[in-house]
């Protein structure tokens, strides 16, 4: 009963405070908005092909030059423009300079075809690129062909019109978009951020003196860290739920539909954060100087965690480093369950999460056993 009278009086007194609200809800809600505008096109799956812009200059061969038209013909459906260049320093020029969102530059001499990338637009350029390597593999076999066995050209029909690539995605489960992915890993972020409640909710009874006064009430000290631990888990709790509504309904955020797993999981982070607040709070006497490690750690780990760009299209070294970050074993659990239906990483997010926090609960305890507030 005392536990849960503390834990009440916890809550309270963070919903009271108009700087935990503003920080614990707000902030994420601003940057989840600002961030899922920003990098709406770097997470944009559907590519269209259009105003794709190719340059290229003919000197190919009479055969060369009838099969490269037709394939001009079949990738101006598809909407890839081409354009003439009478020279070949123009045309280099202007894939340097990107003029005119130019993709490359295609340079046909006799039977040789040369491919000028830009590769400023990876996407594009590799449309092309696997296009025009589509054609050349055609035109290489019917070359072949007319050297080896003249009389198979009569079957080829060497003017047909083809459709020379076919795209679709190797990926058929669903792609988070800029703001389902920020939705969730900015809600992770300012959990980790919820550790600040942790300490100052130690730090507030030291110096209200209200620590000592607890204690004289009969309440045993490690009902005193329970309700704190319980109260302010609540809290952080109740302040997600409100982001969780908002990138849910006015972001329209996709959260899957396991949203009891994925609740779990940011359960157990909550509770890591808090008992590393509380535990902080009674290691360091000054809210100050905890809080300064709170933000010095939390950007590192929310780095390495993919907080601010997914780590899965990173280089091997920084993907193994990013293991040692808590929070990216949590996105990682909570990305792949919504867009996945993937429990792989649910069982090491929470386990990993809980035994961080028993160790703080653990090592905090031992604090208060020691002396009071």
Known sequence: MRVLKIASREI???????????????????????????FSNTF?????????????????SKELSKGFNNFVDSCEKLGIRFHEVKEIASGIN???????????????????IVFYKNDRD??????VETILKTFVDRFNVVAVLAKENPQSLSKINVSDNYDFTEIVSLNSERQPSSYDYYSITMLTLIILYGSISGIYSINSERVRNTGNRMLTTLAKKHEILLGKILGSSLSVFLQSILVFLYSRFILKAYWGNDIYTIT??????????????????????????????????IPFIAFLGG????????????????????????????????????????????????????????LAAYLFRKEAF
């Open 122 to 127: 990876f996407v594009d350029t590799n449309i």
């Open 12 to 38: 309270k007194e963070n919903f009271r405070s108009k700087k935990a609200m503003v920080f614990m809800v707000l902030f994420p809600i601003v940057l989840m908005t600002i961030l899922g505008f920003a």
């Open 307 to 362: 907080s601010y760009f997914s780590v899965d299209a990173a280089e091997a070294l920084f993907k193994n480093l990013s293991n040692i970050s808590p929070i990216k074993w949590t996105n990682s659990a909570i990305l792949n369950v919504a867009f996945a239906n993937n429990y792989n990483d649910v069982l090491a997010a929470i386990v990993i999460n809980l035994a961080c926090a028993f160790v703080f609960v653990f």
């Open 44 to 60: 944009n799956s559907d590519h269209k092909i259009s105003n794709i812009s190719v340059e290229y200059t003919d000197n190919g």
């Open 94 to 112: 202007d894939v340097r300079n990107v003029k005119y969102n130019c993709a490359g530059y295609i340079v046909l001499r006799g039977n040789n």
């Open 264 to 297: 779990l999981i940011i359960i157990s982070e909550i509770i890591f954060s808090i008992s590393l607040g509380i535990c902080l709070g009674f290691l360091f006497k000054n809210s100050g100087v905890a809080s300064g490690i709170v933000n010095a750690i």
